[in-house]
């Protein structure tokens, strides 16, 4: 399996969820199918069947996690010397060359990827189009609204 990418905020969001989930809400499932049990019937009690499904999803987000966090690839761009490159986790300020409006964005992990946030997913077109390059090269990426060209105003490992 190949290393999937993640900043050392991402990883440690997913330990959350991980923690949560397996702490709180793994324990109220089985309360919730202990609780449902004693109703009678199982084939008739759509209180069990719930909460055996969101038994499913729990242990299967549990699951998906663990194989992130095994799979992972920590990449803390603080310890990295900054040389002006856009790479992963690097936030970059860019310039709509047609708009004159600046944007920023950090490049992270899939997981991570939150657009009203200003976070990227490292497998998004505009990353993609931005990894490698630096401080005042000038990229056009396509958007699903046509070809927009952007200057690359600043690139920061924070």
């Known amino acids: 399996m190949k290393q999937i990418p993640m900043t050392v905020r991402g990883a440690e969001q997913l330990r959350e969820e991980l923690d949560f989930l ?11 199918i202990a609780e449902a049990r004693e109703h009678g019937d199982l084939k008739e009690n759509a209180e069990y069947h719930a909460a055996r499904e969101q038994q ?12 992130k966090l095994a799979n992972c690839q920590i990449i803390d761009v603080t310890k990295l010397p900054n040389n002006g490159k856009v790479i992963f986790g690097a936030t970059v300020v860019l310039l709509n060359t047609d708009t004159d409006e600046e944007v920023s964005y950090q490049i992270v992990g899939d997981d ?26 000038t990229v056009v990426i396509a958007t699903p609204g046509g070809k927009v060209e952007f200057e690359i105003i600043e690139v920061e490992y924070k």
């Open 22 to 32: 397996k702490n709180v809400r793994r324990p109220e499932i089985i309360k919730a």
């Open 56 to 67: 499913g999803f729990c242990e299967g987000r549990i699951q998906e996690i663990e194989g």
């Open 112 to 137: 991570e990827a939150d657009i009203k946030a200003g976070l990227i997913s490292v497998n998004s077109p505009i990353a993609r189009g931005l990894i490698g390059k630096e401080v005042d090269d």
